[in-house]
């Protein structure tokens, strides 16, 4: 597994490097033989050190965790932490879900219409890029979602095989689109 740690504004003594990469490292091959790769990212926020750790195990899912501390040392092993308990759920998850699939989607550009132009109310969206849309069943997608620390998941309902949706809504609950097709 390849791991790269980058310090944001702050300098990171060897020791500190070895430490971080020594730690996840067990963290991760505890639960993954043979995870693709992992980053740390320190930077400071005020007082504290922010350290935040996306490690990539394969199979689709990318897990994010991050915590603050009074030194990178305790930022850090905080958020191995996390990582290490969203570690545990995902490989408990695929022991029970063992044939996940993936297609390839395209994700479009949208651009804003012309009266939207000459107002400059609408946002450009600038991202354009191809991406593993996974086939799951709606818990799947919720822990694809929860692993990877994201606001919305979209995913191809492996019970009908339709484009469905879950998301994180403001009440901390979770959202679930499910629309239906009309002929």
């Known amino acids: 597994m390849q791991i790269t740690i980058t310090g944001k504004q702050l300098n990171l003594g060897d020791n500190m490097q070895s430490y971080a990469e020594k730690n ?16 740390i990212v320190f930077s400071r926020e005020g007082d ?6 996306t490690v990539h195990p394969g199979s689709g899912a ?15 092993d905080q958020a191995c932490d996390r990582i290490a ?23 479009a550009v949208i651009e804003p219409e012309e009266e939207e132009e000459i107002k400059g109310t ?10 593993e849309l996974p086939i799951c069943s709606v818990s799947g997608a ?14 191809r309902n492996s019970a009908h095989g339709g484009l469905n949706m879950v998301y994180r809504r403001p009440d901390g609950n979770i959202g679930w689109v499910d629309p239906k097709n009309k002929g």
């Open 24 to 39: 996840l490292a067990a963290v991760v091959d505890k639960y993954f033989d043979a995870a693709i790769d992992a980053s």
């Open 48 to 53: 504290a050190i922010k350290a935040e750790v």
């Open 62 to 76: 990318l897990l994010k965790g991050s915590a603050k501390g009074a030194d990178a040392y305790v930022a850090f």
């Open 85 to 107: 308990r969203q570690l545990r759920r995902y490989k408990n998850r695929l022991t029970e879900h063992k044939n996940i699939k993936f297609e390839m989607v395209d994700a």
């Open 122 to 131: 609408a946002p450009v969206i600038v991202a354009e890029m191809q991406t």
């Open 142 to 155: 919720v822990m694809r979602m929860d692993l990877a620390d994201l606001p919305a998941l979209m995913f």
